[in-house]
């Protein structure tokens, strides 16, 4: 076997609407498809997904207690942005009423490169890279 990158990334989240609007709004994804019979939509992100699970969905009853401060459904993943600017992201969440964390050079599966953390409004961490 040879991976050749993330497929997909499913997080549990308590409101989908306001994932969908972060995602989409906030870190610039495409709705790729709803499927609200099971609580899920998918955002594309370049070649790859992220799903939004509703907690109280078909899907996210089956993993659980909702994501909360005594536990996460993940510490973070990593989206890549083309033409990253450490500044102008920045400037952007800012303007959009981000909190931002830590930022600096780290090591990827494109190798090193300046990045900056995040959180979602579900609390799921969040890293965006060049």
């Not at 499913?10 to 610039?28: K, M, N, P, S």
Request: aromatic share 4%; glycine share 16%.
């Amino acid at each position: 076997m040879k991976p050749a990158g993330i497929d997909h990334v499913v997080l549990r989240v308590r409101d989908r609407a306001v994932a969908e609007a972060f995602y989409i709004d906030v870190i610039g994804c495409a709705l790729e498809r709803r499927q609200d019979k099971i609580g899920m939509t998918q955002l594309r992100a370049g070649s790859s997904l992220i799903d939004l699970v509703e907690i109280d969905g078909v899907l996210g009853k089956q993993g659980g207690a909702a994501p909360g401060a005594g536990g996460r459904n993940l510490d973070h993943f990593c989206i890549a942005i083309e033409g990253f600017d450490l500044e102008t992201v920045k400037a952007e969440l800012i303007a959009k009423g981000v909190d931002l964390g830590d930022e600096g050079d780290r090591f990827g599966a494109s190798g090193l490169s300046v990045s900056i953390y995040l959180k979602d409004p579900d609390g799921n961490g969040l890293e965006l890279r060049g």
